[in-house]
């Protein structure tokens, strides 16, 4: 994708201008933290001939990349865009707003506020990799609840833009301060599934890796991805667009890594479970060439 671009017209993967197109809807929470757009209804007073009377939401398009199969919304939002978007991140005021338009939210709100349980069987898994007592950087951590080995590290550092407070042990580094760092694991999980430029944003994590330091990325593997394996079809599936904005497949996901100069170590799919709902992750290791 050309960097800048507000409509993506190549895949945000591998780069692919054969793009399947499906018109969907940006749900209202969203469409409101991003455009200022709230449904309307479209009535008879409304006086217009030619348009016929109903809700009115905004709309997008599914795009699906025929050469690597990523699926992803039509909308790129700038970073001005994404940063109203998740201004005060599950906090009060966030929470009380996406209640407004999204009362069932208020049901799962708790959920987000533990450490998950899958997170110890992903320790498990990077183990063999790594040192007894790992130097990690986790890129996107939020407070430091979800980190790996975040009782058993040698230091913990989280870049993050929420400004939340962190939990015990955690310190927050600056971009310009990590060049100066040395990491074991550097680890972004569950973020790439909501950035515009997935590419550029994995891009930047490359100047805290050395020779030796290990990436592990983890998405989820949405439903719709795992119900139809292999499908090129899936825009027309794809009716509406919430704060996942990507959804990865194993094929899209090498592709992008491999664009950035990244070979894979090991791949990752695990079940989970997340209090209100069951899902699966979909985790990737890699290292630079």
């Given at each position: 994708m ?29 469409a ?15 006086g ?63 959920h ?32 430091g ?17 929420s ?10 580094v600056?971009?310009?301060d ?11 999980s569950?973020?790439l ?57 194993e ?39």
């Amino acid at each position: 994708m050309v960097n800048g671009e507000l409509i993506a017209r190549n895949c945000i993967c591998c780069g692919g201008t054969h793009l399947q197109r499906s018109p969907a809807v940006l749900m209202p929470f969203v469409a409101w933290r991003v455009f200022g757009h709230e449904p309307v209804e479209i009535t008879a007073d409304w006086g217009l001939r030619d348009l016929r009377q109903g809700m009115a939401y905004t709309l997008c398009n599914s795009l699906q990349c025929q050469d690597c199969g990523a699926l992803f919304l039509d909308y790129r939002f700038t970073d001005a865009q994404m940063a109203a978007l998740y201004h005060d991140y599950r906090g009060e005021a966030y929470n009380a707003e996406r209640i407004r338009f999204e009362p069932g939210y208020a049901s799962v709100v708790a959920h987000y506020e533990a450490r998950a349980s899958y997170v110890t069987e992903v320790e498990r898994w990077l183990a063999p990799h790594l040192p007894d007592k790992p130097a990690i950087l986790d890129w996107g951590g939020d407070s430091g609840i979800n980190s790996p080995f975040r009782d058993r590290n040698r230091l913990l550092h989280i870049h993050d833009i929420s400004g939340v407070e962190l939990v015990a042990g955690a310190q927050r580094v600056k971009l310009e301060d990590l060049e100066s760092q040395h990491y074991d694991l550097v680890v972004c999980s569950q973020v790439l599934e909501h950035v515009a430029r997935p590419g550029e944003f994995v891009g930047q994590m490359l100047a805290a890796m050395g020779p030796q330091t290990l990436l592990y990325l983890e998405v989820p593997h949405e439903a719709l991805v795992r119900e139809h394996p292999g499908s090129l079809e899936l825009a027309p599936l794809k009716r509406h667009w919430h704060e996942h904005v990507n959804f990865y497949n194993e094929t899209a996901l090498r592709c992008l890594l491999e664009r950035l100069g990244l070979s894979l170590v090991d791949t990752l799919h695990l079940p989970v479970e997340l209090g209100w709902t069951r899902g699966q992750i979909l985790g990737v290791l890699v290292r630079r060439r």
